[in-house]
Structure formats: structure tokens, C-alpha cells
């Protein structure tokens, strides 16, 4: 029996409300998962993130492989056990980082050379590095690499990377499971220094038994609705998949477009699986895509914009050092559970922004993090309750109703 499932009961037309079982733990979806890049959302701690009803979080290959590579990773104990997280967890292989080096990467059919943004040393990614990588790092989920181009591609460019991306996916799963058969490389010997802590002991045998981890392929092929049918189908063709991405989104093209993707991949993945749109997180995205269907979610976009001082809000996003919140006692978001509208008000929250506070970028992350969070867990209550459809409604209605710039009073 494999150690990932996924059921569903209520729905609501392409909605659906779900459980997604993993070897850490169960994610009741639709679901927000917070990005933990380093491995670590970035100034909460994992209580904190906990606490905020975080269910199944990421962190990125890419920047474990560099830093402080994987091999260290897997030494420490895995990325469980090295971030202390011990509910789900997914990588992404961080092809879209690699992609992102535009200036500083070759790409060819065997995969993408590269050279750090760190260090400026040169790497080979190729679909087999990235699954050891990514069974070294030891997420629940993991992704393939596939190839990324700009969101308004035209089609010939967006076949092209689309296609290869399949064939991509091919090698990723024949690694994958020569890596599940034959095991991983020898453990790593890492020197201990006089006094520290020892690595996490493993003995050489059960060591190169890699984690029970599932594989999702990646839906590309940019805004071109056929692309995106043949990519689904060609992903269907290849192989029985625990859960299905839908890549390649949020990256330039228009919001009419972004949905219009949903729609046409919506009937194509069979609903026995989660469909998980990766990189997709702001707060009316989450809920039109819930509407078309799609049950996991991720975005760096909470914890980036509450650094920058953006808060979500259901009535759109509002900067908090704005004037108007000078002497204004409320909480920033009535009725939100998190910390930050639970114990302070906004003249506060304002307060340690113009000061440059750390607290304030803190909370802010936290606020943004949590209320993610809590729409899918209205969302999830609303399916349940046979409510969805007006409840998305009434939600969207609100938050647009203040304009695409957010304002509040
Ligand atoms: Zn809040």
C-alpha cells in the first residue's frame, strides 16, 4: 500500500474538500503551505508557524543543495529532523531559481549548468542530480525538474519547454526509482569538531534507505491551452502520480489567463488526486483557484510582502504605515486568530514599522502567513457546510469591492 492518499467528500463544483495523507502526517485541503526556502519561514519560528495551523510546508532544493548542501542535510538527520518540523513537508527541485540566473546558466537537453549566486562556483542540474538532491534532503513530496520560460512564451518556446519537460519527468522517475531500489550513495563522513554535538548517527546500512517519498510531476506549457492538455495527458501517460502541479503560473501572464489555465487542465487530472498550483499565493488567487479546483498552494509572497510592511486584508492588501493608522486601536484584520491581530492594534503594528523594528516584519509575516492559512480553512469549512459557492462569492465580492490597491478606513 503506498504511504500517499488522497479522498475527498464534499463538493462544489471543481471544488472539492480533502485529505492528503503523507508519511508525516495528514493535510486536510484546500491548503495553504508556507515556503520555508532556507528551511525556515523566513523570521517565524516553527511554533509560531505551527500555531498559525500551518498542516505541510516547503523549502526549496536549490538553495539546501548550495547551502548547506545536501549531503549535510541528509548527515543532520534529513530535512525533518534538521528544521524540526515533523509534520509534511515538499521540495521544490528549485528549477525555477536555476531559471531565474538567466545570466549565470546553460541550458541543454541534459539539464542546466549553472553557477551559484553564492559563491559563483559551477553546478551540473540534470533530472537524476536533482532527485538524489531531493531524496538526500528528504521532504514527503518532492518535484521534478522541469523546465520554466516566461509566463507570455509564444507557443513554439512554450512546446519546446514543455515537451522537454516531459521528457525531463521521464528521467526524474526512472532515478527515482533506481534510488528507491538500489538505495542512495554511502552516507557522508563529516568531520565532528572535538566537544560538538555528533551528527546525527546513522549506521551505513540503513542509511542509504531513502525516505518514503512521493514524486509530482509538473503541468507546463505556459498560457496555450493545448500545451497545457498535452502536457496534462503526456504526464498521465507517464506513470501513476500521487498528485499533480500545475507550474509555470504567476510568472507575467494576466490573472484572466492564470484562470483560464485551471479551467483547462481541470478536467483533464483525474479527481482521485491533489492538484497542488505551485507558487501561487495571493489571497483572491487562492480562492478562484479553490473554485477550479486546485487543492494545494504555496507562496513567498506572505512572508516577503509582511517584511515589506503589505498586509493581507479581506478588504485587499493595505500598507500598514500608512498615516491613518497612527493612533487607530483595532486589530489589523477583525476576527483573524493570528498573534498579530489577536494581542496588538495597528497603531502599534504601524509604530515598529516606522521604527524598523524586527517585531514588526515578525508579526506581519505571521499575519500574512496565517491568514492564508485561515481563508482555506474557511474555504474547508464551507465545502463542508455545503456553503462554498456563496461563501466564495460573498469573499470575493468584499475583497474586491476596495479597489485593486486595498484600502481601508
Ligand atoms: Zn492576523
Redesign the pocket.
Known amino acids: 500500500m503506498s504511504d500517499f492518499s488522497f479522498r475527498t467528500s464534499h463538493d462544489a463544483g471543481s471544488a472539492r474538500l480533502g485529505w492528503f495523507s503523507t508519511p508525516h502526517g495528514v493535510v486536510e485541503t484546500p491548503a495553504f503551505m508556507p515556503v520555508g526556502t532556507h528551511g525556515t519561514i523566513k523570521g517565524l519560528s516553527v511554533e509560531e508557524v505551527t500555531a498559525a495551523g500551518a498542516q505541510m510546508i516547503l523549502s526549496n532544493a536549490y538553495h539546501l543543495y548550495l547551502r548547506p548542501g545536501d549531503m549535510m542535510v541528509r548527515a543532520l538527520g534529513g530535512l525533518h529532523a534538521f528544521t524540526r518540523w515533523d509534520g509534511p513537508m515538499l521540495t521544490d527541485s528549485g528549477g525555477f531559481q536555476v531559471f531565474s540566473l538567466s545570466s549565470l546558466r546553460k541550458v541543454t537537453e541534459d539539464g542546466v549548468v549553472f553557477q551559484s549566486h553564492i559563491d559563483g562556483s559551477r553546478h551540473d542540474y540534470t533530472p537524476e542530480s536533482v532527485m538524489r538532491i531531493e531524496r538526500n534532503i528528504g521532504a514527503d513530496v518532492i518535484m521534478q525538474l522541469d523546465e520554466l520560460i516566461a509566463g507570455q512564451a509564444e507557443y513554439g518556446a512554450s512546446q519546446a519547454a514543455m515537451e522537454r519537460s516531459l521528457r525531463w519527468l521521464e528521467r526524474c522517475r526512472i532515478e527515482f526509482d533506481r534510488i528507491t531500489r538500489d538505495g542512495r550513495g554511502a552516507p557522508p563522513q563529516f568531520e565532528v569538531p572535538v566537544g560538538a554535538p555528533p551528527m546525527a548517527t546513522h549506521d551505513a546500512a540503513t542509511d542509504i534507505i531513502p525516505p518514503r517519498q512521493s514524486l509530482f510531476p509538473i503541468i507546463q506549457g505556459g498560457v496555450h491551452p493545448a500545451l497545457r492538455v498535452a502536457s496534462a495527458r503526456g504526464i498521465l501517460d507517464a506513470g501513476t502520480w500521487d498528485g499533480i502541479a500545475i507550474g509555470g503560473l504567476s510568472v507575467g501572464e494576466s490573472k484572466p489567463d492564470m484562470y483560464a489555465t485551471l479551467e483547462v487542465v481541470d478536467p483533464v487530472i483525474p479527481r482521485t488526486v491533489p492538484r497542488y498550483m505551485m507558487g501561487v499565493g495571493f489571497p483572491d488567487d487562492l480562492v478562484e483557484a479553490v473554485r477550479r479546483g486546485v487543492d494545494l498552494f504555496d507562496c513567498v509572497a506572505p512572508t516577503r510582502m509582511g517584511r515589506n510592511g503589505t498586509a493581507f486584508t479581506p478588504d485587499g492588501k493595505v500598507q500598514v504605515r500608512r498615516s491613518a493608522f497612527r493612533n487607530d486601536r483595532r486589530?489589523?484584520?477583525e476576527d483573524?486568530?493570528?498573534?498579530?491581530?489577536?494581542r496588538y492594534d495597528r497603531a502599534y503594528l504601524r509604530h515598529l514599522f516606522v521604527s524598523e523594528e524586527m517585531l514588526g516584519l515578525r508579526l506581519l509575516s505571521?499575519?500574512n502567513v496565517?491568514?492564508l492559512i485561515d481563508i482555506m480553512r474557511q474555504a474547508r469549512g464551507a465545502l463542508r457546510e455545503g456553503r462554498f459557492q456563496t461563501w466564495s462569492s460573498a469573499w470575493l465580492a468584499r475583497y474586491h469591492a476596495a479597489g485593486a490597491h486595498g484600502v481601508t478606513t
Not at 336 to 342: A, D, G, K, R, S
Open positions: 486589530p489589523l484584520v483573524c486568530p493570528c498573534e498579530c491581530c489577536t505571521l499575519h496565517a491568514y
